[in-house]
């Protein structure tokens, strides 16, 4: 490698180290907006870069606009959230901005119309929104004395940061989910008498959990004669509350990145990290059994708590999971509850308590008078009978509600459960709950060796060197990669076009034609259309397919096949693209749209829909029944029947086609349902043969809609828990032609296609309809005979 050659390489890592470097901004100003659609770029970093501010995923087009900590270089960690706008809220993944308004506010836009989050100020002197280096996101008067308009500080959702006070206005409410960030059931706040306490604010019922709700406050160690109300963490890892509640973390008095969270399971704990370190760990945990949190496992459960195992949640005996996936939902009873006396029986559950809603109590009982007490009461589902030892006598709690359950031999109580008789009821469904954050073990970090400054510096110039050096390397032989691979891109291209008929076009040159997938014109089950215009200037459609799980000779096999199918109402394809993980399809591109679009306009008379519906026919008659292959389109609906310029009908979409043996009658191939709701045959749901009546049955149904203008999916009759087929309209059609036989065709036509119209033609097509939406497939016409019939009306 000679020394021009490195000096060149060494320009184009600075450029490119430049770039990155400059791909974010460092604040926000007037008439100034962030776009979800360039988050990479459009993100606010704080001076000292240990902080970020930008649009952030929350699910499948959705997002918020957030704040986390910068992950460290070559980290594959998601981000740390510790604050967030718009939490219930997400926006879409297009055109949603924040924008800073000339008067001064801060604005979150959903899709350019609806506002969802604003900082509700105003100012028309100079403003400025930046983030501080402490993760502080303020919107300031720069030039008049720094006057603070706004700042995330003030308005904290899940986690505190290091000299963020929590105070009598404000509170922390934990997320829904580890992944889901919208409001939860938790919240830290300061109740009434100026305590710092952990609350559960379920959909039912809410109570306090933290300190312990049977201590009052002095036997808590807490001082509610204050009238602060104010509790920070600060940046050595000591968390100090007005109500003289004190904590310190296991790594305390060392300057680390530092959150104190309320976590989706209730649980109030601090996070420490190095700077240089991808990993957190918990320093700090407020409640160490996190069985003693409330609603953790929902109602009618019991919670069981084992350091090395975790946390476990179990349905009541009698009792079955709601959501499985979900242990805030609880139980339900399996057989429906009765309060008769006769009816009732108790389950005895030792080491079993269920703290609070107690209907009664009374100290100094017997278990017969307790059990009494509970059978006369319906509302009574179950008591707590248990020794009280500084008394010294029994004590009786009857349950009008089976809430916050633990089963643990610390308990050293007996719960008696009221179940109804002749039920052989065993222990309760018991599931390992999602217990990760809770059980990590608190780590202790000690502070670092001295080292002199020097050998830092010989160090990292050594590391620099050798980085340079594997960059050098890797830039070469990518180069080499590229130009072999370019060589043989040229040698295979005409291989790929004999061998399917089509050009192949590269993902770079597709992505350039749609302007980066912009345009979305239409979308299905198979992937998204986007609207591109080639190097050539053809308009086109180009189908993005959904991620790919065949190879690329699998996918060229069913490509070439396409390419074997040639008829005038068939879309035309083009090319294709088979790069990597990415398979596009590039058709012509149809000027007015797909039949679904028009419908509902004054476009399409009756000579029109007439066409379309003929056209329609021709085009599946050539592929049942005059293809070299079998072909079944399975998907047959207006949107996948597109109109050209003159409104000749094309049909598209073989997303969900499928090639059949003609001689194979069962069709062992459709291992899973296929179509859309509405358009389905029959076969689908009672597991019938699919042969091409399941096509006839679909093409039925979208003559009824071009008839009668109304869409199949107003009402779906359910079977087997399947969307199966539309029986109102179909049903409605046939009363209206039953009742009335001689004006049934102008009832059910749509206003849309007017008076002036070829009755005899209309009734052809509605009886054609109605023939092809018989239940059973044997008495359904084929295509062919469909298209005859159509073709006869024209000449007889």
């Not at 109570?207 to 009052?216: E, G, H």
């Not at 068939?570 to 797909?594: F, Q, T």
Request: a neutral charge; proline letters at 3%.
């Amino acid at each position: 490698m000679n020394m021009a050659f490195s000096i060149s390489l060494f320009l184009l890592v600075l450029v490119f180290s430049f770039h990155c470097s400059f791909s974010s901004i460092s604040s926000l100003s007037k008439r100034s907006s962030l776009s979800v659609e360039n988050l990479k770029e459009d993100i606010i970093v704080s001076k000292n870069g240990m902080f970020s501010a930008g649009f952030y995923a929350v699910g499948e087009n959705a997002y918020s606009f957030a704040i986390w900590f910068t992950e460290p270089p070559h980290s594959h960690n998601n981000p740390t959230i510790v604050w967030m706008a718009n939490r219930d809220q997400p926006v879409n993944g297009r055109h949603s901005k924040l924008t800073l308004s000339r008067n001064g506010n801060l604005d979150l836009v959903d899709a350019g119309q609806f506002n969802v989050w604003s900082s509700e100020t105003t100012s028309y002197n100079q403003v400025e929104l930046y983030l501080k280096d402490d993760g502080n996101l303020v919107l300031h008067e720069p030039y008049l004395n720094g006057t603070i308009l706004w700042q995330s500080f003030d308005h904290p959702t899940d986690t505190l940061l290091p000299g963020q006070p929590l105070t009598r206005h404000t509170q922390l409410v934990s997320s829904r989910s580890e992944s889901n960030h919208s409001f939860g059931f938790y919240k830290l706040t300061f109740d009434d008498e100026n305590e710092l306490r952990l609350l559960y604010d379920g959909p039912d019922v809410s109570s306090a959990y933290w300190p312990q709700p049977w201590l009052v406050s002095w036997e808590a160690g807490r001082f509610t004669y204050n009238s602060s109300r104010i509790a920070v963490l600060n940046s050595l890892g000591h968390f100090i509350s007005s109500d003289n509640f004190i904590a310190t973390t296991s790594d305390h008095g060392i300057v680390l990145q530092r959150r104190l969270t309320l976590d989706c399971d209730g649980n109030l704990r601090v996070y420490s990290r190095k700077t240089d370190s991808n990993k957190w760990y918990v320093s700090f945990q407020a409640i160490p059994d996190s069985c003693a949190i409330h609603g953790i496992c929902g109602a009618n459960s019991t919670c069981s708590y084992d350091p090395r195992h975790g946390r476990k949640c179990s349905c009541l005996p009698g009792y079955k999971v709601n959501n499985h996936s979900d242990w805030s939902y609880g139980c339900e009873p399996i057989v429906p509850y009765t309060c008769a006396k006769s009816e009732s029986t108790f389950l005895e559950m030792h080491d079993v308590e269920l703290y609070g809603y107690d209907k009664n109590y009374v100290p100094n009982s017997t278990y017969s008078s307790c059990e009494s007490l509970c059978l006369e009461d319906c509302n009574c589902k179950g008591f707590q009978y248990s020794y009280d030892w500084q008394n010294r006598y029994f004590q009786c709690y009857t349950k009008s509600q089976l809430l916050n359950g633990q089963h643990s031999p610390r308990v050293q109580k007996t719960t008696y459960l009221r179940l109804p008789k002749r039920n052989n009821f065993t222990s309760g469904e018991s599931v390992r709950a999602n217990d990760r954050v809770c059980t990590v073990q608190i780590e202790r970090v000690y502070a670092n060796i001295h080292v002199s400054r020097l050998v830092k510096f010989f160090l990292w110039l050594a590391i620099a060197l050798g980085a340079f050096e594997v960059v050098c390397i890797f830039v070469v032989w990518c180069f080499i990669a590229w130009t072999r691979q370019m060589s043989s891109s040229a040698e295979q291209h005409g291989y790929h076009l004999t061998t399917v008929g089509f050009r192949k076009f590269s993902y770079s040159e597709l992505k350039r034609a749609t302007k980066g997938f912009s345009q979305e014109i239409g979308r299905g089950g198979g992937g998204v259309v986007y609207k591109g215009i080639l190097s050539d200037h053809r308009h086109a459609a180009i189908k993005r397919l959904n991620e790919a799980k065949q190879g690329e000779g699998e996918f060229l096999a069913e490509v070439s096949l396409i390419g074997r199918l040639n008829h005038m109402n068939l879309i035309e394809m083009w090319g294709y693209c088979a790069e990597g993980k990415h398979r596009l399809l590039v058709y012509e591109y149809m000027e007015n749209g797909s039949l679904a679009e028009n419908l509902s306009s004054n476009k399409l008379d009756w000579s029109k829909r007439y066409n379309i519906a003929l056209g329609t026919a021709r085009v599946l008659a050539y592929l049942h029944e005059e293809c070299l292959e079998w072909i079944l389109h399975c998907d047959i609906k207006p949107q996948n029947i597109l109109l050209d310029s003159n409104y000749h009908p094309k049909v598209a979409d073989f997303g969900l086609s499928k090639l059949v043996n003609r001689n194979n009658l069962s069709n062992s191939g459709f291992s899973m349902i296929r179509g859309t709701r509405g358009y389905m045959a029959p076969e689908w749901v009672f597991n019938l043969p699919i042969t091409s009546k399941v096509d006839v049955y679909s093409y039925g149904i979208v003559l009824l809609e071009m008839i009668t203008g109304k869409s199949p999916t107003m009402d779906i009759q359910t079977m087997n828990g399947v969307d199966a087929y539309n029986g109102r309209l179909v049903t409605w059609v046939r009363e209206k032609k039953r009742s009335s036989s001689s004006s049934w065709v102008e009832q059910i036509m749509d206003p849309v296609i007017g008076l002036n119209c070829d009755a005899s033609k209309m009734e052809i097509l509605a009886r054609v309809a109605l023939d092809c939406v018989e239940e059973d497939k044997d008495t359904r016409p084929t295509m062919s005979q469909v298209v005859e019939m159509l073709q006869c009306s024209e000449s007889c």
